[in-house]
């Protein structure tokens, strides 16, 4: 197959090239591309309502985040116009929302295209400068669709039934040779049976070469299920594989290594919060390269890791960017200097011009003229354990929901061990904590990817730990953390991760898995 492989290869090099030559220039590439998506923003509905006419008067475009966007979305999903862009609206894909439950982000045939060229390049990159590949197998997965597609009002598909439909369609088909998908996989909608059937593939993948996925904990999660049921597979798999293998599958002492012998790289995010869990895949697959992901979100790719660059690289020639610093002043790519934090503004291709995107990151060298990014976190109001982007406003509206009557104290706290999970932390309760518990989760799960991460048992149950000296308990925290006392306010949703929580004086309730 390493041929092959390396006609692969040439098949990318064009849009490698072309990257790598506007990396040459960053300044003249980044207009480039804001100069189409103007072009874009002037012929929609939403360009003409604001009386942008010229690009010179680009920055009278409004910054803006979804909530200012949702009404011009909800119209386009109730008709066959695209509002925000002159293109046809492929799909939408559902992410995690700030007020509401979730965003519905639009997706045209050319911010399809941006998935499609970041691919070209992350894949040029790898086969050139990376492991030598010789089977080329992969498991490709963006995340399981395990709630039921549906459509718009006006018939525009909400969600995707395969992965490999965030790519264009002559990546999809010269991929297809290469990638390891179960029958019937993008159909079960049922957790443990996807994991069932996903283990399955997996462990019958003998020459598995690369596993990509977001949170390392995907991964981790799917580990431990072939870890508790490895007699139940050993079964099913009894007639698929050789004599051989399943002897080396049966047996509890035998590696991850072993079972996949070939394997060479683990994509996947390896920083802030997904760093320990990085580490610990590290740890299970001595030998292997994990290689941290680009900044990627539903709205957008933004960077992409390259070997050379031994950094991220921001997608420059697809997405034009904005980065505000501490100030409120706006920067340009170019303009970027070293160790200072900014907050990430971008428009796409997709109809989301001058849009918050809510991460924070810094520059940390230049590659081939072009700062390379590091992703330092989130905002301040969002927490993110394992891929669930909890925004303190829809908390909040949570916490309404629940009308958590005589509670004058109240905050959700993430923690990271035994397993990633949220705690709500209440001085009082009217009510039994496990019912409070059960809403509480129920309530988080209209998040998507809450939701998505729960049933995959990426996250743990929601707790909740009620005592009166919860508030005092919470402010020794901070002080020990080294914020001063006339600073510390009391948060809705503490969006930095602990530990532990201290179990003096607090009585917990778990919630049960949903599903």
């Known amino acids: 197959m390493r041929p092959i492989i390396q ?4 098949l990318l090099s064009p849009e490698a090239h072309r990257f790598h030559q506007a990396l040459q220039d960053p300044q003249a590439a980044q207009q480039k591309v804001q100069k189409k998506i103007f072009e874009c923003f002037v012929a929609s509905e939403y360009g003409r309502s ?22 011009w979305i909800e119209r386009q999903k109730q008709s066959q116009q695209a509002l925000l862009t002159p293109q046809p609206i492929l799909f939408y894909e559902k992410t995690s929302g700030s007020r509401g439950a979730a965003k519905w982000v639009p997706y045209t045939r050319s911010l399809r295209r941006s998935f499609s060229q970041m691919f070209c390049i992350w894949a040029h990159d790898l086969i050139t400068n990376g492991p030598q590949f010789s089977t080329g197998k992969v498991y490709f997965c963006i995340s399981p669709q395990l709630t039921q597609p549906t459509q718009t009002k006006a018939g525009v598909q909400v969600g995707l039934e395969n992965d490999a439909e965030y790519l264009d369609g002559w990546l999809q088909w010269a991929l297809r040779p290469f990638l390891l998908a179960p029958t019937g996989l993008s159909r079960l909608r049922d957790p443990e049976a996807f994991k069932e059937q996903l283990c399955l593939g997996l462990l019958q993948s003998e020459k598995l070469e690369i596993i990509s996925i977001w949170s390392p904990s995907f991964l981790s999660v799917h580990l431990d299920y072939i870890q508790q049921h490895r007699q139940k597979l050993c079964e099913q798999l009894r007639d698929r594989v050789s004599p051989q293998r399943l002897a080396l599958l049966s047996d509890p002492t035998t590696t991850w290594t072993e079972i996949w012998p070939h394997l060479k790289l683990i994509s996947c995010w390896d920083s802030v919060n997904a760093a320990d869990q990085a ?23 933004m960077t992409v890791p390259l070997i050379a660059a031994q950094g991220s690289v ?8 904005e980065f505000e610093d501490s100030t409120g002043k706006i920067h340009l790519l170019h303009e970027l200097e070293p160790a200072t934090e900014y907050s990430i503004i971008l428009s796409q291709k997709g109809g989301l011009y001058r849009y918050r995107m809510g991460d924070r990151v810094w520059m940390t060298h230049t590659y081939l003229n072009t700062p390379c990014l590091e992703f330092l976190g989130r905002d301040q109001m969002t927490s993110d354990l394992v891929g669930e982007k909890l925004h303190a406003a829809f908390v909040a509206q949570v916490f309404d929901h629940l009308n958590l009557g005589g509670t004058t104290f109240r905050t959700l706290v993430s923690v990271t061990q035994p397993q990633p999970h949220y705690v709500l932390l209440l001085n009082q309760a009217d009510r039994e904590g496990d019912a409070i518990a059960q809403r509480l989760d129920a309530a988080l799960s209209e998040s998507p990817h809450y939701e998505h991460a729960r049933l995959l048992g990426q996250l743990a149950p929601a707790q909740v730990w009620v005592s009166p000296d919860v508030p005092d308990l919470v402010l020794q925290q901070k002080l020990q953390a080294g914020q001063k006392w006339g600073d510390i306010k009391h948060e809705v949703l503490a969006t930095k991760p602990i530990k532990t929580l201290p179990t003096v004086g607090l009585r917990s309730s778990s919630s049960g898995r949903v599903g």
């Open 314 to 321: 921001p997608l420059l020639n697809e997405v034009f960017f």
């Open 279 to 301: 580490q610990a895949l590290r740890s299970h697959f001595s030998g292997v390269m994990v290689q941290g992901k680009g900044l990627l979100a539903t709205e957008a790719p």
């Open 7 to 10: 006609l692969f290869a040439k």
């Open 50 to 71: 604001l009386g942008v006419r010229s690009l010179t008067d680009w920055q009278k475009i409004p910054i803006v985040n979804y909530a200012d966007l949702e009404p």
